[in-house]
């Protein structure tokens, strides 16, 4: 059994509930008293990222005020060296029911620490444990896992589709004679690269070329975490051409949506509806629509079957389009900006996909 070393984690009860437009309901003695389940959101970065963490943690936050659940949200930062200390003592204190958390960096994590807590229960979002007990990880097979991962290939291929449809038809104001768009992501690695694998296929599905994709990382110590080289990453994609840039890069993508207002140029969002989540009406403005991995919904629908005794543990669910769990804005800014032909063509792609009838390579 692990002992805490509180020092190592930020824990943020009421005051993630306040920033975040919440109404500060997850004292921890409520929770331990009230008999009502309670979830434990572990982050290894922070909110605030307007797009991934900010989506699962609204998710949950339904789930308190539909579902009755109790909420409680420890906050890591972006220095990963606190990162497994602090799920260590997130893990050990008993102030939870449920551990929630997500991206590839916890899942060694998660494996390591769930046999140590038969009695608990673990939600890994976004990438699976190994369940197969390599590695000294789930020596349990992780039996008190579940694990959801999303086809994020799917909604990059709607967003390559989109793009390519975009230029093609000279539908961007200020950017008409432009043919080029660029994919920036956090780090190449394979989570990650079916972001950009799904783009270039629905780019060269609606007659691109896979040439005039660019393609860069943001790489360093906070790939995840550096709007300052998101901004300069994105700032170079558009000096080289590209109509849009669409960020695969936590708050580091934050840049982006800065340079492509200095470039009077565009970008998609990710995760969450950016043009509602972001602050500046300009940078607002160059958002066609967000590409959205929809990590709230998914988390809701867990606690939903949680409750109803039906979610599957020690196993990973898959869910994308035809499980409304990846998908994009379609609201009247982006009806605004993109054409009802190209709009339709969209809606059809996507329901191609959503049929079977077209298959999207994966990276994973």
Known sequence: MRYGRSAAVVVTGMLALTACGGS?????????????????LVINGGLGDKSFFDSAYAGLRRAT?????????????????????????????????????????VTDYIGKLAPEFPDKKFWVFDAPVDYSGKNGACSNKCENVYSVTFKQNEGGYLAGFLAEKLVAAKALKGAESLKKVGVM???????????????????????????????????GDK???????????????YGQGA???????????????????????YAFGVDSDQYQTLSDQAQKNTVVTSIL???????????????????????????????????????????ELVPETIRTEVQEAADKVKSGSVTVPSAL
């Open 293 to 335: 991995k929809n990590v709230g919904n998914a988390l809701y629908q867990a606690a939903q079957d949680d409750q109803k005794g039906s979610l599957k543990y020690g196993a990973v669910s898959s869910v994308g389009l035809a499980e409304d769990a990846v998908g994009y804005v379609n609201d009247d800014h982006f009806k």
């Open 24 to 40: 500060g309901d997850m004292d921890d003695s409520g929770a331990a008293s009230s008999g009502k389940p309670r979830i434990k």
């Open 65 to 105: 005020k539909d579902l009755g659940y109790q909420l409680k949200v420890v906050e890591l930062g972006s220095d990963r060296t606190k990162w497994e200390p602090g799920f260590e003592d997130a893990a050990s204190a008993d102030d939870y029911d449920i551990l929630a958390a997500g991206t590839f960096d």
């Open 223 to 237: 790939p995840f975490g550096d709007p300052a080289r998101g901004k300069e990453i994105s700032t170079a994609m």
């Open 185 to 219: 992501g956090g780090v190449k690695i394979p989570l990650i690269e079916d972001f950009v694998v799904g783009f270039t296929s629905g780019f060269r599905a609606a007659g691109g070329k896979k040439s005039d994709v660019l393609v860069q990382y943001v790489g």
């Open 243 to 265: 109509a849009l840039v669409w960020p695969v890069a936590g708050l580091s993508g934050l840049g982006t949506f800065e340079s492509a207002v200095t470039a009077k140029r």
